[in-house]
């Protein structure tokens, strides 16, 4: 890690805590046992869990499937970095837009707004949960739809929601579980558990240079830049300018 790019992190990082308890530091470094109990303190993690649990009681009453189906969670996971800097890029740093009288912007944007106006905000870390009210339902829909239409024998009455479907349970399975996993990461990184492993350490750079440096780079939470890599948002840190803008997206005339 280059120190001075390190070190001016470590500035706005302080001065965010200064600003929101008047003091230098919000709460002493976590051990990831104390982590794990906020982590739960939240209302994602459950939620998606039972989405998780009730997808796994699904997966296991259909029965024995194809082997072919661990291409579910192969696929899923090799796609995985695309589709997050997709989300990231398209979603969440939605710019807001004027259709005449209307403005379009989603729930998920204004929420990813200012989750980046205040980085060291937990409950701001975590997908909505009005969001995942219909999030995981749209997940359960979309496996059971592609699964009727993809998978010949499973609907015997046309393009039908195949819920006896052991690939829709599969993927229902393969896709709660990783957005868990996305949630448990990204909380983490935005924690005071500091980071040990040399995976989770570039994550942890990742990151913070994101919301510190510059937002307009290092879109990825999880696989530490691997698709960042691939579409040119993954520069050397030093040649990159601080943003004016890395707390307050999409400010007019600044983009």
């Known amino acids: 890690m280059d120190p001075q790019i390190e070190a001016a992190a470590a500035q706005r990082l302080t001065a965010d805590e200064e600003r929101i308890t008047g003091q230098a530091r919000?709460?002493?470094?976590l051990s990831?046992?104390?982590?794990?109990?906020?982590?739960?303190?939240?209302?994602?993690?459950?939620?998606?869990?039972?989405?998780?649990?009730?997808?796994?009681?699904?997966?296991v009453l259909v029965g024995a499937g194809s082997a072919w189906e661990l291409l579910v969670p192969a696929t899923l996971?090799?796609?995985?970095?695309?589709?997050?800097?997709?989300?990231?890029v398209a979603v969440l740093h939605w710019k807001p837009r004027r259709v005449g009288p209307i403005t379009i912007d989603?729930?998920?944007?204004?929420?990813?707004?200012?989750?980046?106006?205040?980085?060291?905000?937990?409950?701001?870390?975590?997908?909505?949960?009005?969001?995942?009210?219909?999030?995981?339902?749209a997940f359960?829909?979309?496996?059971?739809?592609?699964?009727?239409?993809?998978v010949p024998g499973l609907a015997t009455d046309g393009p039908v929601l195949a819920v006896g479907s052991s690939w829709a349970w599969t993927f229902l399975v393969s896709a709660y579980a990783i957005m868990l996993?996305?949630?448990?990461?990204?909380?983490l990184v935005h924690s005071d558990y500091k980071p040990r492993s040399r995976w989770y350490r570039s994550v942890w750079r990742n990151h913070r240079l994101?919301?510190?440096?510059?937002?307009?780079?290092?879109?990825?939470?999880?696989?530490?830049?691997?698709a960042d890599r691939v579409l040119g948002t993954y520069p050397e840190p030093s040649s990159v300018a601080s943003s004016p803008t890395v707390k307050a997206l999409h400010v007019a005339g600044r983009d």
Request: no cysteine; net charge positive; aromatic share 14%.
């Open 181 to 187: 996993g996305y949630e448990w990461t990204h909380y």
């Open 210 to 226: 994101h919301h510190y440096k510059n937002e307009h780079y290092w879109f990825a939470v999880v696989t530490a830049g691997t």
């Open 32 to 59: 990831l046992r104390a982590a794990w109990r906020e982590f739960w303190r939240h209302p994602s993690p459950p939620m998606i869990t039972i989405a998780l649990a009730v997808a796994v009681l699904g997966r």
């Open 77 to 88: 996971l090799a796609l995985f970095p695309l589709i997050e800097w997709v989300v990231h």
């Open 140 to 150: 359960a829909l979309a496996g059971f739809a592609v699964a009727g239409l993809a």
């Open 26 to 29: 919000r709460r002493e470094t």
């Open 106 to 137: 989603s729930h998920l944007a204004q929420e990813h707004r200012a989750h980046h106006a205040d980085p060291r905000d937990l409950p701001l870390v975590f997908i909505p949960w009005r969001a995942l009210l219909w999030l995981l339902p």
